[in-house]
């Protein structure tokens, strides 16, 4: 089931929230500021672990830590592409930063799953090719993948709301 939302993602009720990180996962502003400000130090103790295990998160990979203070149990830190034009892949690697973070999902055995707009803030990634791509990419796993029961798209913005309603609602 897909869900429409608009506000702030750190104040959802879902097993996971997925974090628009930066490939240091040190946190940074915008969402990624949000979650691990509302987190507080848990999420970034667990992304600091991370980083010394495996370095940092490449663009379009997904790793996951614990909600810390959220309402969510879990957070998925996911790499979106920055916007350049569309001539360095990012519409393929926007596709995977949703792809690893549902699989991700999957394997923790995670039944809702709430995304913020990634890409779309500092990065630069045109707000309605970024939503096509969002909702696509997420209704052909749930397609083929049963376990997820929940997807929520929070939207910040007004204009995203709008776009993703639209997408949706055309399911």
């Known amino acids: 089931m897909l869900e429409l939302n608009q506000g702030d993602i750190t104040k959802i009720h879902a097993d996971a929230i997925v974090n628009a990180a930066n490939s240091s996962l040190l946190g940074g502003g915008g969402v990624d500021g949000a979650i691990h400000r509302a987190g507080g130090p848990a999420i970034l103790e667990a992304c600091i672990r991370i980083r010394n295990k495996q370095g940092n ?21 996911t ?14 690697l926007l596709a995977s930063a949703y792809l690893n973070s549902l699989k991700l999902a999957m394997e923790n ?41 929940k997807v929520i798209f929070v939207c910040f913005d007004r204009e995203n709301y709008e776009l993703y309603e639209v997408l949706i609602g055309n399911g």
């Open 57 to 77: 998160c490449k663009t379009g990979g997904a790793v996951i830590t614990t909600g810390g203070n959220l309402p969510a149990k879990f957070v998925i830190h």
């Open 79 to 92: 790499v979106g592409p920055v916007w350049n034009g569309g001539k360095n892949n990012e519409e393929v």
């Open 109 to 149: 055995g995670i039944k809702s799953i709430a995304f913020p707009n990634i890409s779309t803030g500092i990065y630069h990634f045109p707000k309605a090719k970024a939503a096509e791509i969002a909702v696509k990419t997420v209704k052909d796993f749930l397609k083929e993948n049963n376990g997820i029961e």
